[in-house]
């Protein structure tokens, strides 16, 4: 008697652990969200010392100055106010409102204006996209590079690791998907230029549109997956997983060889 309940206890134990290290141990979506704040933190400081080494090189200051000065001299020499809000503006005489648009022509008419003009808006652009790049392959390429199991700093620190849908081990080039046509082109560039043209005013209805459809679709694909996944991990087939308690495999050959092993195991146990 004493022989039979051991054997079953010690069955049941076998198959909690097999369980464990067998099934996907997702990780609590807690977690993931402290996880996330943390590296989208650390990403937004890098993000910025990048800009602003980039904006040293290429002399944005002295573009965005020498635009500052053009608008100022009109602004005085037509006396009007031509830094003024769309609402301002909206606002004006006519008198006000025809001094103000010859103001305007003669600065659309300056050509060292309107070339400070173009740069501040073609850096604005290079620089902001070239520093998220950066960060994005510093902070979520190359440091889960060297931690191993796509564990980014946040990861890291709160138990956290990547996988494939299969369970086996990802590689450079998953990684390299997840981070940059995922997390970084679609889910981040993608809205930041929307924003900035929106801010610019050189977009319509379109790019509200755009915005709303990342959304939904980041949403949807967030509640409608087993593994609550987000478009980067649908784009790139990773799972973030509870790292103590998840077995991950280096191989597909060998994540076979285990479930096979498993499956004879238990078959001789119940034989047993």
């Known amino acids: 008697m004493y022989v039979s309940i051991h054997v079953t206890i010690s ?5 909690a652990v097999d369980s464990m290290m067998y099934d996907l141990q997702k990780a609590s979506m807690w977690k993931r969200i402290s996880a996330f704040l943390f590296d989208a933190i650390l990403l937004g400081i890098v993000a910025v010392l990048f800009a602003w080494v980039l904006s040293l090189a290429l002399g944005y200051d002295g573009y965005r100055d020498r635009l500052e000065e053009s608008y100022d001299r009109y602004s005085t020499l037509y006396s009007v106010n031509l830094h003024m809000s769309p609402a301002e503006y909206e606002a004006l005489s006519p008198e006000a409102l025809a001094q ?18 173009s740069m501040v808006i073609q850096l604005t652009i290079l620089i902001t996209s070239f ?16 931690l ?3 564990m980014t700093l946040g990861k890291k620190i709160f138990g956290l690791a990547l996988m494939t849908a299969e369970g086996i081990r990802i590689r450079a080039v998953t990684l390299f998907i997840r981070t940059i046509l995922g997390k970084y082109t679609i889910e981040t560039m993608i809205p930041v230029i929307i924003l900035l043209m929106i801010f610019w005013g050189t977009i319509g209805i379109v790019g509200p549109i755009v915005l709303f459809l990342i959304l939904a679709v980041q949403l949807g694909v967030l509640i ?7 478009i ?8 973030v997983v509870d790292y103590a308690s998840q077995m991950i495999f ?12 498993m499956h004879a195991e238990q078959a001789a146990r119940q034989i047993d």
Do not use: C, W
Not at 100 to 117: G, P, W
């Open 11 to 15: 069955f049941i134990l076998q198959e």
């Open 100 to 117: 103000f648009n010859e103001a305007y022509a003669a600065l659309s008419a300056d050509s060292d204006a309107v070339r400070a003009y």
């Open 131 to 146: 520093g998220i790049l950066l960060s994005f392959l510093a902070l979520e390429f190359l440091v889960p590079l060297r």
């Open 148 to 150: 191993g199991n796509g």
């Open 224 to 230: 409608g997956t087993r593994t609550n996944a987000l």
């Open 232 to 239: 980067h991990d649908l784009l790139a087939g990773t799972v």
């Open 250 to 261: 280096d191989t597909r050959e060998a994540m076979i060889a285990y479930k096979e092993r």
